[in-house]
């Protein structure tokens, strides 16, 4: 069974720029999730997507969006880009109701 | 509000030593789960074990245990006879489910270095 994956593995972008990150979740699971982890702050919640509605939010700014398709697979989005935003962006996906959550392997945004 | 407090930042101990993580959280929900995850350096999360809080019950994995204790409100993890490819980030976390739905709080997590 694939696991979750992320799209595009790293990334580089300019102070300024947008940048749109891909998650496809396990086959199956309905429920996907996105983290945000920096040295200096650790892993923290960005939002949790169901059946293409969001169903949590954490304390992130507005520049930071999602959304989920009917397919299940989920996309961020990060506005007007900060050198602040650089971190490992984490997706990871589950059954509902489950709390078991399985993780992708990142995507590694740069912004310089 | 929920919070997860890993004290160590770092452990290091020599192949086939035994070694436990503490991890202690706060919660005002009486309905929660904990969950360890490890993170090797490739960078991904892999999923450890769910507990739920009404499950006081420990376990056992393979080398892998896990005691939990409403009581002190922790949720500690042992490693039996470390191997180096124990070597990894293990990360504590705290849903506050099922209203809080997905949403996990972290630690900041224990390095832990198993050398030869």
């Known amino acids: 069974k694939a696991g979750v994956t992320q799209t595009p593995r790293y990334l580089i972008k300019t102070r300024g720029q947008q940048v749109t990150l891909s998650c496809s979740p396990i086959?199956?699971?309905?429920?996907v999730s996105w983290y945000q982890q920096t040295p200096g702050q650790g892993l923290q919640f960005l939002f949790e997507?169901?059946?293409?509605?969001?169903?949590n939010k954490g304390n992130f700014p507005g520049r930071f969006s999602g959304r989920q398709f009917s397919n299940s697979r989920s996309e961020m989005n990060v506005s007007t880009l900060e050198l602040g935003d650089s971190a490992l962006y984490l997706c990871?996906?589950?059954?509902?109701?489950?709390?078991?959550?399985?993780f992708g392997p990142g995507t590694r945004l740069t912004v310089t | 509000a929920q919070k997860v407090t890993q004290a160590q930042t770092e452990i290091s101990v020599v192949e086939k030593e035994d070694v436990t993580l503490d991890c202690v959280y706060e919660?005002?929900?009486?309905?929660?789960?904990l969950f360890w995850y490890k993170q090797p350096p490739s960078g991904e999360l892999v999923f450890l074990i769910r507990?739920?809080?009404?499950?006081?019950q420990n376990e056992i994995s393979g080398r892998y245990s896990w005691n939990f204790q409403k009581s002190t409100s922790s949720f500690n993890f042992t490693i039996t006879a470390s191997q180096v490819v124990d070597s990894a980030v293990y990360f504590c976390?705290?849903?506050?489910?099922?209203?809080?739905?997905?949403?996990?709080?972290f630690g900041t997590g224990t390095q832990l270095k198993v050398e030869l």
């Open positions: 976390a705290l849903s506050e489910a099922p209203g809080g739905g997905n949403k996990l709080t």
């Open positions: 997507y169901f059946s293409e509605t969001q169903r």
């Open positions: 919660t005002r929900d009486t309905t929660y789960y």
């Open positions: 990871a996906s589950s059954f509902l109701g489950s709390y078991e959550q399985y």
């Open positions: 507990r739920n809080s009404f499950d006081e």
């Open positions: 086959s199956g699971h309905r429920s």
